[in-house]
């Protein structure tokens, strides 16, 4: 199942590094450039998951070193600095190099921390319990033959079966990698990334000019052709209906357009960890959408119509993989 949301992800992937290029007004440097890094990660993406995998023995457990820990915690606190550098109102050349620098960097440590695991290889199981003519169990040493350790082996390999002793089959899996986090720490956690980037998206709201930003003139200025945006109504887009609600309440159309933006941006983030739960563990969905919480892309594209798209391929992943 992970394999082929992973192959369906890569399509999505490709499908908006696509239109990414063929929406454009003009054929621009940037663009192609974009467009070709989108594509060129799907197509590895695709490419990685499309091969079929030969059997291997379970003779080896594969954890996250300290090293590593240390490159992603480190790229975290660069990406995470970065992020608010691109939202805090600093000026400079100094800080214009420094922001994309910086992002680069913490990418590249993360990448570098997921990378670096140690292989330790674990012998494979000479004995095992059975039961005697007496009826009592007692350890009796594996004989088969080859045919038949090969099949056990492919079978062990297909349902990830955990690696046991010499002896007594405890599971190093188990005990190398406990649940670290409960359901209400998880839940927790989960509220406080939320909260943060909330702030966060608030924080550029105040840190933005009283008049709208050009995109925002041309976003509201879509909206106002737009037919009266009621839940009923004809029209079914989501960021006209959004700040419909908001303003009912107040008179300023650009407060409520940001303010729209703003939740949408907030729900992309429980949309994306739903995803993200499904493909990794607790702390790495966490981990992710920390990561998404601080962007400077999803902070900057909180005012866009399109910001729905996201969201929507976010609960559409989420509910194949339940």
Not at 79 to 106: D, H, I, K, M, N
Not at 177 to 194: D, H, N, Q
Request: charged share 15%; net charge positive.
């Amino acid at each position: 199942m992970r394999r082929f949301s992973l192959l369906l992800f890569s399509l999505i992937l490709a499908l908006i590094a696509q239109r990414l290029l063929a929406t454009s007004d003009a054929f621009l440097s940037y663009v192609l450039r974009d467009s070709l890094i989108l594509t060129a990660i799907a197509v590895l993406i695709f490419a990685v998951n499309i091969i079929t995998q030969p059997a291997r023995l379970p003779s080896a457990l594969r954890h996250t070193s300290s090293a590593g820990w240390i490159l992603i915690v480190t790229g975290i606190l660069c990406t995470a600095v970065a992020g608010l550098f691109f939202v805090l109102p600093v000026t400079g050349v100094f800080f214009e190099q420094l922001r994309p620098t910086l992002w680069s960097v913490g990418m590249l440590l993360l990448l570098l921390g997921a990378l670096s695991r140690p292989r330790i290889t674990y012998a494979l199981p000479k004995a095992r319990w059975q039961k005697n003519h007496l009826g009592d169990f007692e350890l009796a040493p594996i004989e088969l033959s080859p045919r038949r350790q090969e099949l056990l082996r492919a079978k062990a390999s297909s349902r990830a079966a955990v690696v046991t002793t010499e002896a007594n089959h405890i599971s190093p899996r188990s005990e190398a990698a406990p649940r670290f986090l409960t359901p209400y720490t998880e839940i927790g956690l989960l509220l406080i990334v939320v909260t943060v980037g909330a702030l966060l998206r608030l924080w550029s709201i105040e840190s933005l000019p009283a008049a709208c930003l050009p995109a925002e003139c041309e976003t509201l200025l879509r909206l106002e052709e737009l037919p009266t945006s009621t839940l009923f109504g004809d029209n079914r887009e989501l960021l006209p209906m959004v700040q419909e609600l908001f303003r009912q309440r107040m008179d300023d159309d650009l407060l409520a357009l940001r303010l729209a933006g703003t939740l949408l941006s907030v729900l992309t983030l429980l949309g994306f960890y739903g995803f993200a739960r499904r493909l990794a563990s607790a702390s790495g969905a966490l981990a992710a959408t920390a990561l998404l919480a601080v962007s400077p892309w999803h902070l900057w594209a909180m005012g866009e119509p399109n910001l729905a798209a996201p969201l929507f391929i976010s609960v559409c992943g989420w509910l194949v993989l339940t």
